[in-house]
């Protein structure tokens, strides 16, 4: 198989939109919570507590979309902890956010130890199946990849949509950009920031952890330890690539989930067979940094990122 | 609320919150193993017999303290200057690299050259690697903690590859490990027939080495300014960017350190087990003391204890080693907090 041929087939598009999904979902988390003025190093801790607690809710019989539930719930629950930190008391968001990954994987590992005591491998649940939508479905290349597709990669897409109108079409939005730039000026107008940022970085959690949750109800159908490996960071890169937009992110989302695709299936070609494996697995992570290093350049970092708003001090 | 900055903090208040929140984090793991069938109070008798609780105990809480010390004084190194090096992982890698390619037979040196060689290349190729995301936040302005955590990822493939291939150990029956250090290459005992390598030794060395540089040195003073307020800094005539890099490569050695140490001092030979995360519990063992470089000695020796205390209670009582992990995070969580709380009065209005 050659290059060509990899980037025209539609498996390798449908594949693609799949592994940007997950990315989609925690990278809108992590931009509101940036755009509010929060970075969020939580991240990849609520993905793994999101991951588990979707897939054990199902396993011992919720339907699925309660599963999300319960992954967006587990999520807005260390989004609160992290906003009762950073935000309510101002506490180093990198030290909280280091804090809250650490605890947020610890708790899910010690949890499904406890549930799960004496199994070997873990259980498998009844995922998300692919849901074709009639006719769109047919288009040559594009329509697999898009419409061919289980729900949750729908509501991803549907969810960036609705974040960018919010953001920038509503005053709640309005409200969520002025206290990451300038949140004084929001104080002044009489709002709360400390209200708007707890609720900005509570719900960017509950979306983070659904992120997690694709990966264990709907890319896979079951949880392992290392199951989310860095992708936390990854979107961490995403939103900076993504210039604080949720249009660009997502569009960095598929560019980076189509790279790491293409990386896949180039493992199995004749390059693939001369190359350590290990240099493609390296790629995401390398192409992460790219991304930063030639963003940095033209950077439009919220103004009031990481700085921390005490009422009554100038 | 609204914090308020406390002029002249009573005893009370500089003492009490810090002890709240430990007795807290372990209010939390009684609850958790009690969850989990446990008997909070044989829990904890198991994690500390089983961290103290006989000779092979104490030694092997020395052991598990030693990396923690490299990698706890790394980390308080560079928070100082609020230089955020989430990489200690990596770096400590690195160590352990050079110490492999070096130490298992390229170099035919006596003892009491070859060790110190390696210790002293090791730091080099730490600072260097942890130079990189440094240069980029000073250059470009690129967030290093991103770019230190993605590159753990990147180095843990790196390690990867090397023990698959060109490290990899001919007669390791096909297992990815390293070939053993020569016997010139490896750390002493400190007292024969003890189990504990001269690693912990140079662990204390370091430590009070790092705190002359901080309250003796001008560096240690620019580091600290650079932290405290880089603006002011620059003001007052600091070189910051310079300030900023020097920290890095002290920082990246200080973990490359823990990486040497365990592999010439403990395992003789490097596989991708050597580290389980050591770079990323340096941070909680760093914020535990404060940032203090002697008081990163007793944070690791806490930590240590905890970790080989959890391993034998989970053996005896069935309860997830994980407890330990859970206690550390919250610990970590509830210090920065409970410190915050002894500087400032919350106000409700």
Request: proline content about 5%.
């Amino acid at each position: 198989m050659d290059i060509l041929e990899i980037l025209l087939s539609a498996s390798f598009w449908a594949a693609a939109i799949r592994i940007a999904s997950p990315l989609i979902f925690a990278t809108m988390g992590e931009l509101i919570c940036e755009r509010a003025g929060v970075l969020n190093l939580g991240i990849e801790g609520i993905m793994v507590a999101g991951a588990f607690a979707g897939w054990i809710a199902v396993w011992a019989g919720l339907p699925l979309w309660g599963g999300v539930a319960i992954a967006m719930i587990a999520g807005m629950g260390f989004g609160a902890l992290h906003g009762v930190l950073s935000v309510l008391f101002g506490l180093s968001q990198h030290v909280v956010g280091v804090g809250i990954t650490l605890l947020a994987t610890s708790l899910t590992f010690y949890t499904y130890r406890v549930a799960l005591p004496e199994v070997s491998t873990p259980p498998k649940i009844e995922a998300f199946k692919v849901l074709e939508i009639p006719l769109l479905s047919d288009i040559p290349i594009i329509g697999q990849a898009l419409f061919a597709q289980t729900p949750l990669t729908y509501l991803a897409f549907g969810l960036t949509a609705a974040l960018a109108w919010i953001l920038y079409r509503t005053p709640l939005g309005l409200a969520v950009r002025a206290v990451g730039e300038s949140p004084a000026s929001v104080a002044a107008q009489g709002l709360s920031v400390a209200a708007i940022r707890m609720g900005a970085v509570i719900f960017g959690s509950g979306l983070m952890a659904v992120g997690g949750a694709f990966l264990t109800m709907s890319a896979f159908d079951s949880f392992f330890f290392d199951m989310v490996n860095g992708r936390g960071w990854i979107c961490i890169a995403l939103v900076v690539f993504g210039a604080w937009r949720p249009g660009k992110a997502l569009l960095g989302a598929i560019l980076f989930a189509a790279f790491d695709a293409f990386q896949i299936r180039l493992q199995q070609t004749g390059i693939g067979v001369h190359v350590p494996y290990q240099i493609f697995l390296m790629m995401p992570y390398i192409l992460s940094i790219l991304a930063l290093v030639l963003m940095s350049r033209r950077a439009e970092v919220p103004a009031a990122l990481m700085v921390p708003f005490n009422k009554g001090e100038r | 609320m609204r914090l308020e900055p406390i002029a002249n903090p009573t005893l009370t208040r500089r003492v009490l919150p810090p002890a709240l929140a430990i007795a807290t984090s372990f209010a939390v793991a009684a609850f958790l193993a009690m969850i989990a069938g446990g008997n909070p109070f044989q829990v904890f008798g198991l994690i500390i017999s089983g961290a103290v609780g006989s000779k092979f105990a104490v030694l092997e809480t020395l052991n598990r303290a030693t990396p923690l010390i490299f990698t706890g004084l790394a980390i308080s190194v560079a928070f100082r200057a609020k230089l955020w090096n989430i990489g200690a992982e990596a770096q400590l890698y690195m160590g352990a690299v050079v110490t492999v390619v070096l130490g298992t037979g390229a170099l035919g040196l006596p003892g009491w050259a070859m060790v110190p060689l390696l210790a002293v290349l090791a730091v080099i190729a730490g600072g260097i690697l942890l130079l990189i995301p440094a240069l980029l936040k000073t250059r470009l302005g690129v967030d290093e903690v991103v770019t230190t955590l993605l590159f753990n990822f990147i180095f843990l493939l790196f390690v990867s590859y090397l023990l698959e291939g060109p490290l990899k150990d001919p007669m390791g029956m096909g297992w990815p490990k390293s070939a053993r250090l020569v016997s010139e290459a490896r750390l002493p005992r400190i007292v024969d027939g003890l189990r504990l390598h001269w690693g912990f030794g140079l662990a204390l060395i370091a430590a009070v080495g790092i705190w002359v540089v901080d309250k003796f040195t001008t560096l240690g003073f620019e580091m600290r300014a650079v932290g405290q307020n880089a603006h002011a800094a620059r003001f007052a005539g600091i070189p910051v960017n310079p300030v900023i890099l020097k920290t890095a490569l002290l920082s990246g050695g200080l973990a490359a350190l823990a990486g040497f140490s365990e592999v010439a001092g403990l395992k003789g030979s490097l596989t991708l087990d050597l580290s389980p995360g050591y770079g990323y519990t340096g941070i909680v063992v760093a914020m535990l003391a404060l940032l203090h470089p002697l008081g990163v000695v007793a944070a690791a020796l806490f930590v240590a204890a905890i970790f080989v205390g959890a391993d034998s209670m989970s053996r005896a009582a069935g309860v997830p080693t994980y407890l330990a992990d859970i206690m550390l995070a919250s610990a970590l969580l509830l210090t920065v907090l409970a410190i915050l709380i002894t500087k400032f009065r919350v106000r409700r209005d």
